[in-house]
């Protein structure tokens, strides 16, 4: 073999290792970070929507059992927003704009919506306002959510689904709406 297929041989490997350890990068460049520019310890994107699993769910003061409980949300399937977290804890945003840390077992990732107005909130047939009304979605009610497309969202609660406007709910919209800098508690912002 001539030395310039060997020094090619030789080059290979190297080349090679380099290749891994650029692609290495982007993979870790795209990995999903928190507003400081961290990683998510979870992988997952923030801000993003997940529901309380029960009734009774302790808000605490920070990311541990040690932190003083500020309030306990009594509403089960209720949207909130992780808007920060740790292993253990998301950090979030809930309808009145308030702050809190839940553990990570209160949390599921089915979605809902939460008309959070006085008024109620008409579920269409279909993707436009001049939809047919299937029923209305009563002020503070929580139904399950299916998929949002074009300004609409498509709504269930037991076996009736229709659609509702997307800016009309509470828990599908894409930017973060409470600071993640914020410490935690009650307010707006």
């Given at each position: 073999?001539?030395?310039?297929?060997?020094?090619?041989?030789?080059?290979?490997?190297?080349?090679?290792?380099?290749?891994?350890?650029?692609?290495?990068?982007?993979?870790?460049?795209?990995?999903?970070?928190?507003?400081?520019?961290?990683?998510?310890?979870?992988?997952?994107?923030?801000?993003?929507?997940?529901?309380?699993k029960?009734?009774?769910?302790?808000?605490?003061q920070?990311?541990?059992?040690d932190?003083?409980?500020?309030?306990?949300?009594?509403?089960?399937?209720?949207?909130?927003?992780?808007?920060?977290?740790?292993?253990?804890?998301?950090?979030?945003?809930?309808?009145?704009?308030?702050?809190?840390?839940?553990?990570?077992?209160?949390?599921?990732?089915?979605?809902?919506?939460?008309?959070r107005?006085?008024?109620?909130?008409?579920?269409?047939?279909?993707?436009?306002?001049?939809?047919?009304?299937?029923?209305?979605?009563?002020?503070?009610?929580?139904?399950?959510?299916?998929?949002?497309?074009?300004?609409?969202?498509?709504?269930?609660?037991?076996?009736?689904?229709?659609?509702?406007?997307?800016?009309?709910?509470f828990?599908?919209?894409?930017?973060?709406?409470c600071?993640?800098?914020?410490?935690?508690?009650?307010?707006?912002?």
């Open positions: 073999m001539s030395s310039k297929a060997d020094d090619r041989f030789k080059r290979a490997p190297r080349a090679l290792a380099l290749v891994a350890i650029v692609a290495t990068g982007l993979l870790v460049s795209a990995q999903a970070a928190m507003p400081d520019g961290r990683p998510t310890p979870t992988g997952l994107e923030v801000p993003r929507w997940v529901t309380l029960s009734s009774q769910v302790r808000a605490r920070g990311p541990g059992l932190y003083r409980i500020l309030w306990e949300y009594r509403a089960a399937n209720l949207p909130v927003q992780v808007i920060a977290e740790t292993r253990e804890w998301r950090k979030i945003c809930d309808p009145d704009g308030s702050v809190a840390w839940i553990h990570r077992t209160v949390a599921s990732g089915r979605r809902s919506v939460f008309n107005s006085d008024q109620e909130i008409p579920i269409r047939a279909g993707r436009s306002e001049t939809a047919s009304v299937r029923a209305r979605l009563s002020p503070h009610a929580i139904v399950s959510l299916d998929e949002c497309e074009d300004g609409w969202c498509r709504v269930r609660a037991r076996k009736l689904s229709g659609w509702v406007r997307q800016n009309a709910v828990g599908t919209q894409d930017r973060a709406l600071n993640a800098a914020r410490p935690a508690g009650p307010g707006r912002n």
